[in-house]
């Protein structure tokens, strides 16, 4: 599976930006997607993750109402909708999927198989 994730860039604070990430299969079948990000020096932190079995994203405490996951199941395509964004959202944003995860791995990174090349977010204040 190649994951090829875009949309990111340069916004002010309270902006907004769309990330999208399309894949390389020809179905969403028994994959979970999630996104992640990752500053420097810091571990990858876990953004949000949806199921194939549960169309109902779960989201970080710290993006919890601001950041929407979704994905289009034609399209093999997902996306992570960013409202309200803050300075400290400022980071390398990766799309991830894997199969056969359980709901307690969702927001580890090691259990997710397979990653997106990364795209950059810069919030100014």
């Known amino acids: 599976v190649q994951l090829q994730a875009s949309g990111g860039g340069l916004v002010q604070a309270g902006g907004s930006l769309r990330l999208s990430c399309a894949a390389s299969?020809?179905?969403?079948?028994?994959?979970?997607l999630a996104w992640f990000r990752q500053t420097t020096g810091k571990e990858r932190e876990f953004v949000a993750a949806?199921?194939?079995?549960?169309?109902?994203?779960f989201y970080a405490d710290s993006v919890k109402g601001r950041f929407t996951m979704s994905r289009d199941n034609a399209k093999t395509t997902m996306y992570l909708q960013m409202n309200s964004l803050q300075p400290e959202d400022t980071a390398i944003y990766y799309c991830?999927?894997?199969?056969?995860?359980?709901?307690?791995?969702?927001?580890?990174?090691?259990?997710?198989?397979?990653w997106g090349q990364g795209t950059q977010v810069t919030v100014s204040s």
């Open positions: 991830a999927a894997a199969l056969r995860i359980i709901h307690s791995n969702l927001g580890v990174p090691s259990a997710y198989g397979y």
């Open positions: 299969v020809d179905t969403f079948r028994g994959y979970t």
């Open positions: 949806i199921k194939w079995t549960n169309s109902n994203p």
